[in-house]
């Protein structure tokens, strides 16, 4: 066995490997349609987007329209807890464009 398992509480501070995919004008901005990233594993939905932007800073435009699906569930910006695991898909969904 592994001695060096984490227990408890702490676990939750050890980052999860997840997917982000990128839709649209994210992924214009982005460069890329798909990627790995590491994010630590509780995080507000706040929090992951400027995870993101740090690593594609010309993100930060569509801040005020983007939406997540994380698992396929649709999560907006702000203080709303997500606890991820590992391999989650996160994606980025910008505002559909219309008019």
Do not use: N
């Not at 997540?68 to 807890?81: K, N, S, T, W």
């Amino acid at each position: 066995g592994s001695p060096g398992r984490p227990r408890g509480p702490e676990r939750c501070l050890f980052p999860a490997q997840v997917s982000v995919l990128y839709f649209a004008r994210s992924a214009e901005l982005a460069g890329l349609r798909s990627e790995t990233l590491s994010v630590p594993r509780e995080i507000t939905s706040l929090q992951l987007w400027e995870e993101i932007v740090k690593v594609h800073p010309r993100l930060a435009v569509i801040r005020d329209q983007v939406i997540f699906a994380v698992r396929q569930e649709y999560v907006l910006l702000g203080d709303q807890l997500l606890v991820l695991q590992p391999g989650d898909e996160i994606a980025i969904i910008p505002p559909i464009s219309g008019g």
